[in-house]
């Protein structure tokens, strides 16, 4: 994790306890966009099971009481309940360490005697001399190629400032933007607008992925604490 917390500022409707929008950087949209690579299975086991809505923690239980000697030779439990994200990228707000896709050098690899083949399973048996693969063997990884020319990391440039509505759409922001969105809003009282800044740790971040499956009104329930929209 590159930060502990990102910070953002809240435009607030204090007479509807409401927050109406959030002024945040790059580091807080890469955060959120970061949510949509994350599998499922992840998600189960960050919010942990009993948090979950419907039937999804019955069958993530399932899997994970499921006995070794019902699952494929090749196939592993862990793919299933701890996978692996396709999308890597350096976010700077992580959910937990566990979430990251592991890097090649964190992989085991295995050889067999005649050394022709490489796998990540002790179980395989090489096509060739019909040996278990369970030699151990190093990786090593190439040196990272800077395919862009920004050094950023993450999703979204870091130049611009966005707006995130309280339901997570996100949009660049302008003077406009927040002109028109107050109109639309419908914000009679401009007295009762307050602005706040606030960090989010990993606590807001896990508390943000689950509001953000139960409600439309995300940042007003985790920084407010109005759960009933």
């Known amino acids: 994790m590159e930060n502990s917390k990102v910070s953002l500022k809240l435009l607030i409707d204090r007479s509807n306890h409401k927050v109406l929008f959030a002024e945040a950087g790059k580091g807080f949209v890469d955060f959120l966009f970061y949510l949509l690579a ?6 189960i086991r960050l919010l942990t099971k009993k948090c979950m809505v419907g039937s999804l923690g019955n ?25 692996e994200s396709t999308w890597l990228t350096q ?21 067999c005697g005649c050394r022709r083949h490489i796998s990540n399973d002790t179980t395989t048996i090489c096509p060739s001399c019909r040996q278990y693969m369970n030699y151990e063997v190093n990786y090593i990884a190439p040196p990272a ?31 406009i933007s927040c002109i028109t969105l107050i109109n639309k809003l419908n914000v009679s009282d401009m007295g009762a607008l307050e602005e706040k800044v606030v960090d989010m ?29």
Not at 91 to 111: A, D, G, R
Not at 147 to 162: D, L, R
Not at 205 to 225: D, H, I, P, R
């Open 38 to 43: 994350l599998p499922v299975g992840t998600v």
């Open 59 to 83: 069958l993530y239980d399932s899997v994970e009481n499921l006995s070794q000697i019902y699952i494929q030779p090749n196939k592993d439990k862990d793919s299933l309940l701890k996978p």
């Open 91 to 111: 976010v700077p707000l992580l959910l937990t360490h566990e979430s990251q896709t592991p890097s090649s050098s964190e992989k085991k690899y295995y050889i």
């Open 145 to 175: 190629v800077n395919t862009s020319s920004s050094n950023e990391g993450g999703f979204v440039k870091g130049v611009v400032t966005y707006m995130v509505m309280d339901d997570l759409e996100v949009k660049p922001m302008s003077t």
């Open 201 to 229: 740790t990993m606590t807001e971040g896990l508390e943000l992925l689950k509001a953000s499956l139960q409600s439309n009104a995300v940042l007003t329930s985790v920084f407010l604490g109005n759960t009933k929209a």
